[in-house]
């Protein structure tokens, strides 16, 4: 199976806008050079593996389809540590 790369990312959120904005999501498609099958097999893909019986969590398939993060930062919030991946 072929990396997940940028533009899949970006087709799948375009295929999550397309029920409220369709005619914006047809340019920008075009406009990207990808067809609607495309758009489809990325949306399959992202949804395969988040639903996946052996699918990543949120933050690792981020990172497989935009790569590490330039910076982390550790936050607190009230009683919660986190950190910010950006």
């Given at each position: 199976?072929?990396?997940?790369?940028p533009?899949?990312?970006?087709?799948?959120?375009?295929?999550?806008?397309?029920?409220?904005?369709?005619?914006?999501?047809?340019?920008?498609?075009?406009?990207?050079?990808?067809?609607?099958?495309?758009?489809?097999e990325?949306?399959?893909?992202?949804?395969?593996?988040?639903?996946?019986r052996?699918?990543?969590?949120?933050?690792?398939?981020?990172?497989?389809?935009?790569?590490?993060?330039?910076?982390?930062?550790?936050?607190?919030?009230?009683?919660?540590?986190?950190?910010?991946?950006?």
């Open positions: 199976m072929p990396a997940f790369t533009l899949d990312l970006t087709l799948v959120l375009l295929r999550r806008m397309q029920d409220f904005h369709p005619a914006l999501v047809e340019r920008a498609r075009r406009e990207l050079g990808a067809d609607a099958a495309r758009m489809r990325a949306n399959r893909r992202w949804q395969a593996s988040a639903r996946g052996y699918g990543r969590g949120e933050a690792a398939r981020y990172r497989a389809a935009l790569g590490e993060p330039a910076t982390r930062t550790r936050l607190r919030l009230g009683d919660l540590e986190c950190q910010a991946l950006r």
